[in-house]
């Protein structure tokens, strides 16, 4: 059996560790990047510029849409309110035409609002608008119209 022989540094040492920076390759020299950085910053701008034209001009046109469209919208949400309003007079008279005396609009022949002239408009409450409805449409609108 051989004898064992420890690992040794080679005959004249290791080489000598290089320590010293070695610079990375420069592509591009300070006033290059200066330039690059320019032009790039000038091209964002006209890109900019030229979005920024298209995005105001479509901007204006819906703002116009939106003028002309509101009084429009605005009026079918008062008809159908109205229209909500007189199904339930009519329902109210559908539903008490049994009970003697009774007239659409008063209780128990008495006005609602005794201080207000009869030609004057009164909103009624939430529930009101939606006592005929069917419950689902008074839940999921009620909190909406409280808050608006």
């Avoid at 201080?115 to 609108?141: C, K, L, M, N, W």
């Amino acid at each position: 059996m051989a004898a064992p022989t420890q690992d040794l540094p080679p005959k004249g040492g290791y080489e000598a560790i290089n320590f010293r920076r070695i610079p990375a390759r420069t592509l591009f020299s300070g006033s290059q990047m200066f330039a690059g950085f320019s032009l790039m910053t000038a091209v964002a701008g006209y890109l900019y510029y030229r979005t920024y034209k298209k995005i105001r001009i479509e901007e204006i046109e819906m703002r116009s849409a939106t003028l002309a469209l509101e009084p429009l919208l605005l009026a079918e949400r008062d008809r159908t309110f109205l229209k909500q309003l007189r199904q339930n007079r009519d329902e109210e008279e559908k539903l008490m035409a049994g009970v003697e005396g009774w007239e659409v609009g008063k209780h128990y022949g008495e006005p609602i609002y005794k201080t207000v002239p009869s030609d004057r408009f009164i909103d009624p409450i939430v529930q009101e608008y939606y006592a005929h409805g069917p419950t689902r449409s008074f839940t999921r609108h009620s909190l909406f119209s409280l808050w608006s």
